[in-house]
């Protein structure tokens, strides 16, 4: 996977060993989608490293395909866009404090469902009970 950057005499402050990935081999890498690998960088989350022209062919580095995996095992976790922006831009952030947020957030949300599974439990008993009382003839 990836090829190599190449060698020439431009001024540019690339390692020339370094290896390059297409969106695609991110993505096998990665087991993200190209949708979602635009999304972030049309947000600015996860800019490419270089685009060629003539077609903005998107390249990334080592350093995005690790940024990239911080990305997903944050979004795994339930962090939203704004908290691993916070996370992995901000450097005077206090990242307990980001991260305990959202596990509050997502107790907060997970008693909501559970009410919710409770309520939808008892409207299909009322239903059994309903059904059987009245059987279809």
Same mark, same amino acid.
């Given at each position: 996977?990836?090829?190599?950057?190449?060698?020439?005499?431009?001024?540019?402050?690339?390692?020339?060993?370094?290896? +390059? *990935?297409?969106?695609?081999?991110?993505?096998?890498?990665?087991?993200?989608?190209? $949708?979602?690998?635009? *999304? *972030?960088?049309?947000?600015? +989350?996860?800019? #490419? @490293?270089?685009?060629?022209? #003539?077609?903005?062919? =998107?390249?990334?580095?080592?350093?995005?395909?690790?940024?990239?995996?911080?990305?997903?095992? @944050?979004?795994? &976790?339930?962090?939203?866009?704004?908290?691993?922006? &916070?996370?992995?831009?901000?450097? *005077?952030?206090?990242?307990?404090?980001?991260?305990?947020? &959202?596990?509050?957030?997502?107790?907060?949300?997970?008693?909501?469902?559970?009410?919710?599974?409770? /309520?939808? =439990?008892?409207?299909?008993?009322?239903?059994?009970?309903? &059904? /059987? $009382?009245? #059987?279809? $003839?």
């Amino acid at each position: 996977f990836g090829r190599r950057a190449q060698m020439d005499n431009s001024t540019d402050n690339r390692n020339h060993d370094e290896t +390059l *990935y297409s969106v695609g081999e991110i993505c096998r890498i990665t087991g993200i989608t190209r $949708k979602t690998l635009f *999304y *972030y960088d049309r947000i600015g +989350l996860l800019v #490419p @490293y270089e685009r060629t022209e #003539p077609q903005q062919f =998107k390249l990334y580095d080592r350093e995005r395909l690790e940024r990239l995996n911080c990305i997903i095992e @944050y979004r795994r &976790a339930g962090l939203r866009i704004a908290e691993i922006r &916070a996370l992995l831009d901000d450097c *005077y952030v206090n990242r307990l404090e980001v991260m305990n947020g &959202a596990l509050e957030r997502l107790l907060r949300e997970k008693n909501g469902v559970d009410r919710q599974i409770r /309520n939808l =439990k008892e409207l299909i008993d009322t239903e059994e009970n309903f &059904a /059987n $009382k009245n #059987p279809e $003839k």
